[in-house]
C-alpha cells in the first residue's frame, strides 16, 4: 500500500498531466482516490479466488460458433527457439523506437471490452510516448472462425494484438505468458523492462515507474512477491482448489518457491533472457501454474532481485 499512499509534489505534477491527457476517469485514480502500484488481488491458489477472473474461452460462445481447429500453420511467422507460430503479429510495435517498457497483457479472444477499457486509459499516443510505453496484447487461438474475424477485425483496427497458435486454455497460461517474453525478447529486444499483466489487472504506471528508477540492474525485478506456499494436492485440502491440485509428476516438492501474484510482474531484459535460458532446458510441458513457473521455479538460481511492491 505504501506506493500508493506517497504523494510528492513531482506526482502531483504527473497527476495534473494525466488529467489534461486521459481525462477525469485516470484523475479520479491517481489523485482524488490514489490506488496502490498493482491493485492487490488474492493469490490465485489460495481459497478466495474467483473463477471469473480467468474465464475459459470454450465456455463462452460454445454454439454460436464455427468450428474451425487451431492449426499449427508452417506459414506463420516464429520466433527462435519457440515452436509457436503467431498467427497476428506486431513487428514494428518497437522498431526504431525508444521504448523504455513494453507492456505485455496477456487476454484472449473474447475480451474485447477489457482491451477496450485499456485502449481508452492507454492508448493515448501522447502519454505512452512520453512514458516510453508500448502496449501489446498477448492472445492465443480458439477453435472458432468467428472469433478469429473479430480479431482479426481489432488487429487490423488497432494494430496492438499478437496472436499465437497455441491453444487457449487455462493450462496454457504459463504457455502464454512464456510467449509474452518471447515476443518481447525478439520485437522489443532494445526496452529496458517487460511488464506481464493480466487483462484485468490495474497497473498504476506512475508509481511503477518511479519503483523502476530505483531498479536499474540487470537481475531486477518488480511484483508482489508471496511467500513459499505449500502445494495443492487434494482438492478437499484447506485452501485448495480443483483448478490448483497439483500431481507428483508435475512438481515433486511439496513447497514452492516464492513467486510473484501473477496478475502483473516487471522483468528486466537481461533476467528475462537468463530465465528463457532455463526454460530451453525443460524436457516437459511447463507447470501449468504460470505464476509459479515463470516467476518462482525459473529465475530460482538466478539472484534476481525482487522490489517488492505490496
Ligand atoms: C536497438 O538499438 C540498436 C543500437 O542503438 C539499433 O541498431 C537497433 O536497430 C535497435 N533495435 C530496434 C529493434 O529498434
Ligand atoms: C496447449 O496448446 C497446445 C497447442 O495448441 C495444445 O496442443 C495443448 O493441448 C494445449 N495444452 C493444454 C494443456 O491445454
Ligand atoms: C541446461 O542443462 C545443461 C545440462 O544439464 C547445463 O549444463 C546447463 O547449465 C543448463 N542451463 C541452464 C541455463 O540452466
Not at 515476443?183 to 529496458?192: D, K
Not at 480443483?242 to 500431481?247: C, G, S
Not at 516487471?266 to 501449468?288: A, E, G, I, K, Y
Request: charged content about 25%.
Amino acid at each position: 500500500m505504501f506506493l500508493g499512499s506517497r504523494s510528492s509534489p513531482k506526482r502531483m505534477a504527473a497527476a495534473v498531466v494525466a488529467t489534461l491527457i486521459v481525462g477525469t476517469m485516470l484523475t479520479l485514480l491517481l489523485t482524488i482516490n490514489p490506488r496502490p502500484l498493482i491493485q492487490t488481488r488474492q493469490a490465485r491458489h489460495t481459497q478466495n479466488f474467483s473463477p471469473s477472473v480467468i474465464p475459459d474461452v470454450f465456455s463462452v460462445h460454445p454454439v454460436f460458433n464455427e468450428i474451425e481447429e487451431v492449426k499449427h500453420d508452417d506459414e506463420y511467422a516464429k520466433i527462435p527457439g519457440w515452436p509457436y507460430g503467431l498467427r497476428i503479429n506486431e513487428p514494428d510495435t518497437c522498431k526504431d523506437q525508444d521504448v523504455y517498457l513494453l507492456n505485455t497483457i496477456t487476454s484472449n479472444p473474447t475480451q474485447i471490452y477489457h482491451r477496450d477499457l485499456i485502449r481508452k486509459m492507454w492508448r493515448s499516443e501522447a502519454i505512452s510516448r512520453r512514458l516510453k510505453i508500448r502496449t501489446v496484447f498477448i492472445i492465443a487461438a480458439v477453435p472458432s472462425a468467428v472469433t478469429q474475424r473479430h480479431l482479426q477485425e481489432e488487429s487490423d483496427k488497432y494494430g496492438d494484438i499478437v496472436q499465437f497458435d497455441f491453444l487457449e486454455t487455462r493450462r496454457n497460461l504459463t504457455v502464454k505468458s512464456l510467449a509474452a517474453l518471447h515476443w518481447f525478447r525478439a520485437y522489443c529486444s532494445n526496452a529496458t523492462w517487460v511488464l506481464k499483466c493480466d487483462v484485468d489487472a490495474f497497473i498504476n504506471f506512475w508509481a511503477l515507474l518511479d519503483v523502476l528508477r530505483f531498479a536499474e540492474g540487470s537481475n531486477d525485478a518488480v511484483c508482489a512477491r508471496s511467500k513459499t506456499r505449500s502445494v495443492c494436492r487434494d482438492a478437499h485440502q484447506m485452501g485448495c482448489m480443483a483448478h490448483y491440485v497439483v500431481e507428483p509428476w508435475e512438481y515433486a516438492a511439496a513447497v514452492y518457491p516464492p513467486y510473484c501474484q501473477g496478475y502483473a510482474y516487471v522483468l528486466h531484459r537481461d533476467l528475462v533472457d537468463r530465465m528463457l535460458q532455463v526454460d530451453r532446458n525443460r524436457t516437459s510441458p511447463p507447470l501449468f501454474l504460470e505464476d509459479v513457473y515463470v516467476t518462482g521455479l525459473l529465475p530460482r538460481d538466478l539472484d534476481a532481485r525482487w522490489f517488492d511492491v505490496r
